[in-house]
């Protein structure tokens, strides 16, 4: 994609508009937050000490908004409290430029280090830096910066207070990301009813597998619903596949087929009905029709082998999610469902806070290493807001702060999150500071009518933040306006020394990652080697449970599915963030990242058949099976280093093992298990669709490599 193009598409999706669900109680209670420490400020400390305790309660606030599996009340506090530190400590060292600067660029870099613990911990400690650039111009001395530092951190505290005293959807995230997970089941089962083979996004599964990891205080107060469903929805996607796919026994048309596609319409509505009550806390409404189909003894007459043993599983599976779903009964009821969903998914444990900080450093430390793009970004992000902070100090303007700040808001560690946020930014603070200045040239506002504007404006862009950031941005610019106002600024000032100021930080911004990148579009080739190798693994660890069922555990497959499904994930963000870079790709076209992407995912699907049909202790052994597993982990291994190294993969030793499988099945004259066996040869099939695909794009440097090879 070329440079002109990648700014039009950038800029294009940074004022994109969207239409979401609004909360408007949420954006009530974070407004009334506000509003409450405002009018303390302003009747016990005046207006400038108001207008600091406002920036906390703001902004603990927006932190409450972020994607987060932690307590509300927590986000708020660590957000007032790390801002009023960040404050305190900016003030005191403001007077020295030099040991000023040196502070500014140490918490930039930190800042910007943490988005390695997430994007939560990200954008706070970024806003962090962006509002000590303001916040430190407001006190005089060192006892009023403390105690501009003490009513920030309050503000922090009234945001969690009115969390606590006035909770809106308790456990409302963990049941819209489980309730998620289900209905993409629910789909998922409906489609494939008319596409036997269709794929499926485990994104929703693994956010709900996030969402189920709980602090000890949480264990103890999660409502009973959320306990054990996701467990028993993990199940249940292997079998749905099992149970359309051709290959295991039911033919393409005939009563067989019409049946399977009758449970799954009934499985589908059945999921959906857990989770719009999972969602919403209330009983579950099943359809009668769903009911009668999953109940009636016509299915076992109709399917057999395979077929059947996925249905029979797919009934028991659909009881425990709508128990599960209930979250009623006696105490004794909910224990015995719960022991057994925690068997089939044990119980994840979040740490605390506390505990947390050791594994966040180590999550930062990790990324101090040559190439990381979070470390250039932390690079980038500091050096930026220095060079913006002299350059405002420099311009002939007021409020020289503008230019950083504006800059560190917008900077994120990929190319297209930058570049749309600065176009967004420059684009809401234009209407924001105009709306704002026409209302102050009509209305000539007091202390107090500043005031309920500025809060005015927070509740606006509460409600409106999840639209889009331009609509935020002007919301916010309108807000700091006010504020500011309020606290004796001076408004003739505010539109052109704020427009120009905002601009220079925004094109700092993007000129940073123009000179020092970090593009996504030269590793994809380690992407896809990743997924290629977790895939491996994954299918290696099915095919092992079929050689000797009796002393291997699942505990393997099942770590082996979640790292392929992060591998996966990894390599779809990877491809949606290089659409957008100004970079030639270098040996995968689009074409080759299609071809192999579906590929590694019917791979995925081959392995997950096999696993919905993993034989229990007591099976007859498949000894065949080990050594093709031994083949396959190894080749695959094998295969992404070439793929890393611009090679097309060869596959000899897992189709000599197959091979070998074959002929010592007719020596001894039995029959493979059909399952396992029409498994491998899906599996091996893949791997070679897989090589096509990539020898699209590497055919020149494929025969290289293979001549090294050979």
Known sequence: ?????????????????????????????????????????LAFFGPVVAASSAFGAFQAAIATFQRSWRPRPVLALVSGASLAVSTFLGYLTGSHVLLFMALLVLWTFVAGLAWAAGPTAGIIASSNVAIML???????????????????????????????????????????????????????????????????????????????AVTPRQARRRPAELRGSRGVAERIRPVLASLADPGMGVPDEGPERDRVRELLAAAGSVLDAAACAIRHGEPVRLAAPAVATLKTPDTRELLGGPARRAADRLGVLLADVIETAEGEGTKEERAEVTETADAIAPHRRRPTLLRLVPVVLRSMC???????????????????????????????????????????????????QTYARSVARFGGTVVGVFVATVIVQAAHPDVGLAAVLAVVCALLMYLLMRTGYAVAQACISAYVVFLLGMAGDDWSQTVLERVVLTLVGGLLAMVSYAVYPAWETPRLRNRLGDWLASGGRYAASVVDQYADPAERGRDDVRAALLATREARIAWQEAVATAQHEPVRNRGLSRAAADDTQHALAQFSRAAMLMEAHLPEGGATPVPAAAQFADALRGTTEKGAQDVRERRVPRWDAVREALAQWDEEDHLHGKAANPVVRNGVDLLLETLEEFSRGLDDSTAGSAGAGRAGRN
């Open 134 to 212: 303001v916040t430190i111009t407001l006190p005089t001395s060192v006892a009023e910066a403390a105690l501009h530092g003490t009513v920030i951190a309050f503000g922090g505290v009234v945001q969690a207070t009115l969390i606590v005293l006035f909770p809106v959807r308790r456990w409302g995230a963990q049941r819209d990301a489980l309730a998620d997970a289900l209905a993409a089941e629910a789909d998922y089962a409906r489609r494939l009813r008319h596409d036997p083979v269709a794929e499926f996004d485990p994104v929703p599964l693994m956010t709900a597998r996030s969402a189920a």
């Open 366 to 416: 990790a990324e101090m290493r040559p190439g990381s793009p979070i470390l250039r970004h932390a690079v980038r992000v500091a050096v930026v807001v220095a060079v913006g902070y002299l350059l405002g100090a420099a311009l002939p303007f007021g409020h020289g702060y503008w230019a950083p700040m504006a800059a560190v808001m917008v900077m994120r560690p990929e190319f297209s």
């Open 1 to 41: 994609m070329s440079w002109l193009r990648a700014l039009k598409e950038t800029a294009r999706s940074g004022l994109k508009i969207e239409r979401r669900r609004l909360e408007p109680l949420i954006a009530i209670r974070g407004a009334a937050g506000l509003a409450l420490v405002i009018g303390v400020g």
